[in-house]
């Protein structure tokens, strides 16, 4: 492609590159230039225009940012018509979108006129939201450079794990002179959590913060089981995950280096997932909790190495009222 000034007696058939307003009207950017428009161009007294003009192997913008976006699709992600060099992925089901960033970091530098921006990785989406955008900006880019996006990004590049319903099991604890409300404020909260995630909370149990009560309590009939303590877990031997351990479960990790999140832990018991919730489940503010429960209603591996990883990004916002602040008031 070439790209420059251009007499009007030289500019029929190129792209024009730059609107212009007329008496008669405007000539768009993006217009394939017409004898029409060139003779309105010379009686507005315009002698040259900035127009691009394609050459043999080159690939229009919408053609070549609809192919390389053709590579992205996968279940659950769906590619909408390309215009002005741009085409969009859309989430077609709410779930957890996993992005390959070596992928698009290196189609990223394949041609610095084709460009690839996507959400996070491991972020949550909604049905009809966009997910990933390819733009050409020029008007044309050489179809080798086409090809080698194409190629460069690969399967998979981009992927949609879908959440999906599963049954939850809820176990709340007291101590005494634990006040009722906060046990109701807990369950709506959790509820209302696990819901929009798609799944049910189909049973919730309050037992004293003991590890028998608690270990009587856990269901590993349900796909997922959530504890939240009066008290807050402080050690692996603590009377949650030792609870867990009691009943036949393994603790994975204990403690995420995402706060506020950061007393979580997460076990599994014969085969269901356990999280021990930190006191921060009781509000509906963004938090380390919500990482975790959208990766395993989305069906996507959490382990004690996928935790480790959400560092980078962990510092969410603070919560108001917190007992104990990050930083100190002075």
Request: hydrophobic content about 50%; charged content about 20%; glycine content about 10%.
């Amino acid at each position: 492609m070439t790209f420059g000034e251009l007499a009007l007696d030289a500019a029929e058939g190129a792209i024009l590159a730059h609107s212009l307003k007329l008496a008669s009207g405007t000539v768009s950017k993006g217009t394939v230039l017409g004898a029409d428009h060139l003779q309105r161009l010379k009686e507005a007294g315009i002698e040259s225009v900035i127009a691009a003009r394609l050459e043999p192997g080159d690939v229009p913008e919408d053609d070549a940012a609809g192919r390389i976006a053709s590579r992205l699709v996968a279940p659950g992600l769906n590619l909408a018509k390309a215009f002005t060099g741009r085409a969009n992925l859309v989430a077609g089901r709410s779930g957890i979108v996993m992005v390959n960033a070596g992928a698009v970091h290196a189609m990223n530098q394949v041609d610095e006129g084709i460009t690839l921006a996507t959400l996070p990785d491991m972020m949550r989406v909604h049905q009809g939201q966009l997910v990933a955008t390819i733009k050409v900006i020029p008007y044309a880019v050489a179809a080798a450079q086409v090809d080698t996006a194409v190629e460069v990004l690969g399967a998979g590049a981009l992927r949609l794990a879908p959440f999906r319903p599963g049954r939850v099991q809820l176990i709340l604890t007291r101590l005494p002179g634990f006040k009722e409300r906060l046990l109701e404020k807990g369950k709506v909260v959790v509820e209302d959590r696990v819901c929009a995630l798609g799944l049910e909370l189909a049973d919730v149990a309050v037992v004293a913060h003991r590890t028998e009560e608690i270990a009587r309590a856990l269901d590993p009939e349900m796909d997922l089981i959530l504890i939240l303590g009066a008290s807050a877990t402080s050690d692996r031997a603590d009377v949650a995950p030792a609870a867990v351990s009691a009943a036949g479960g393994a603790i994975q990790r204990f403690g995420m280096p995402v706060d506020p999140g950061n007393l979580l832990f997460l076990a599994d018991l014969k085969g269901a997932s356990v999280v021990g919730l930190p006191g921060c489940a009781r509000s509906p503010a963004m938090n380390g909790v919500d990482w975790v429960l959208e990766r395993l209603a989305a069906g996507v591996p959490v382990d004690g190495e996928a935790i480790a990883a959400m560092g980078v990004g962990g510092l969410l916002k603070e919560m108001p009222g917190r007992p104990q602040p990050r930083q100190p008031k002075r």
